[in-house]
């Protein structure tokens, strides 16, 4: 019986590591990593820069949810070989972040003191926010 449940287990993927980190752990870790790496990108444009900020920041988000680097690697391999999993965290910090960035796009469009700002400064609002205000 212990062979068959080996086998099956190896079948859909990898063995499940010791220290696995939760789903819902790993699912603010690339949340968080992926908000990191969106910010990067955008304020650099030469990859070699890229990567070494993107390494740095990646070990710190690490350290803030106490997880070594062999750890977040053995975790991401198994969820990994697990495509059905992988898919839905990835889902889940997708929705996540458009929830996030609905509820600020909705505060800042509310706020009194952003579009005044805006159009005091001769900025041009975009087509979409000024339908919004309306």
Excluded: W
Excluded at 25 to 46: A, P
């Amino acid at each position: 019986m212990f062979f068959l449940g080996a086998c099956s287990d190896s079948m859909n993927g990898k063995p499940t590591p010791q220290n696995l980190i939760p789903r819902d752990t790993l699912v603010m870790v690339l949340k968080d990593m992926t908000l990191i790496e969106s910010h990067i990108q955008s304020k650099y444009l030469h990859v070699s820069r890229f990567q070494k900020t993107m390494n740095m920041s990646g070990k710190k988000i690490l350290d803030h949810y106490s997880i070594s680097h062999k750890r977040f690697e053995q975790s991401m391999e198994y969820y990994g070989s697990r495509q059905d999993e992988m898919q839905s965290i990835y889902a889940q910090i997708l929705d996540s972040l458009n929830k996030e960035a609905s509820l600020l796009s909705k505060d800042v469009i509310l706020k009194d003191t952003v579009i005044p700002q805006i159009r005091t400064k001769g900025m041009k609002l975009n087509p979409i926010m000024h339908k919004n205000l309306k």
